[in-house]
């Protein structure tokens, strides 16, 4: 079954640009969403199926997938995308599988 | 607008029972999935169960099977999570969630509720 493998922690100053990953055996062959958690709030869908923004979504977030890693990228960081980002996919044995999570900090 | 809001959270001994409740709006299809998520202090988020509204589709976790299950009431559109056996283990914030689409169970959660939070302590 599968486990997706996020840093526990990213760091970045303002306006510059934050990477987080998801790992996992073949995951380039899987969807994969993304979702931004700040403190006492619901999860919110930022990228939906590996690199699709919903409605209301800045453009400066995007999703990539190839081979073991997924990837969220956030362009021109600001404070206010201070959060914890998790991925996540569907497995036909495991259904819903988040990653563990990654802290972003602005630093 | 699709809202959903989740209530029966509270403090419990272990060994206790609790039902929770998702109420569902703005859903258009019977098809539509519900989610149940969890978060414990601190911790990340934890997938529980899916159902679909029609009842075709009912998913549990390992970690809850046999513990908790998934059930609907679609004449007042709420969504159920019965748990029973509860352990220290299961305090968490308990957060429902739609899956985007009709009934696609590989897409992602759409809108989530605010949360509910259960407390097991002795």
């Known amino acids: 079954s599968y486990e997706l493998t996020q840093p526990l922690s990213v760091s970045v100053a303002p306006g510059q640009t934050a990477q987080i990953t998801c790992g996992a055996n073949?995951?380039?062959?899987?969807?994969v969403h993304w979702y931004q958690q700040k403190p006492g709030q619901a999860p919110v869908l930022v990228i939906r199926?590996?690199?699709n923004r919903p409605s209301g979504i800045p453009e400066r977030f995007s999703g990539s997938i190839s081979g073991n890693t997924a990837t969220l990228t956030i362009t021109r960081v600001e404070v206010g995308d201070e959060a914890d980002y998790y991925c996540?996919?569907?497995?036909?044995?495991?259904?819903?599988?988040f990653g563990g999570g990654t802290k972003l900090t602005v630093l | 607008q699709v809202q959903l809001v989740e209530s029966g959270g509270g403090v419990l001994q272990p060994g206790g029972s609790l039902r929770l409740s998702c109420a569902v709006s703005?859903?258009?299809?019977?098809?539509?999935?519900v989610h149940w998520v969890r978060q414990a202090p601190g911790r990340g988020l934890e997938w529980l169960a899916v159902?679909?509204?029609?009842?075709?589709?009912?998913y549990h976790a390992m970690s809850v099977t046999g513990r908790h299950t998934v059930s609907r009431d679609t004449s007042n559109k709420i969504m159920f999570l019965e748990m029973t056996s509860l352990r220290d283990e299961d305090t968490a914030v308990y957060y429902c969630?739609?899956?985007?689409?009709?009934?696609?169970?590989?897409?992602?959660?759409?809108?989530w509720g605010r949360g509910t939070t259960v407390t097991v302590s002795s």
């Open positions: 969630a739609k899956g985007e689409g009709t009934g696609i169970l590989s897409n992602g959660l759409g809108v």
């Open positions: 703005g859903f258009t299809f019977d098809s539509d999935v």
């Open positions: 159902m679909s509204f029609n009842g075709n589709q009912k």
């Open positions: 073949n995951i380039g062959r899987q969807t």
């Open positions: 199926r590996n690199e």
């Open positions: 996540q996919m569907w497995d036909r044995t495991t259904y819903v599988l």
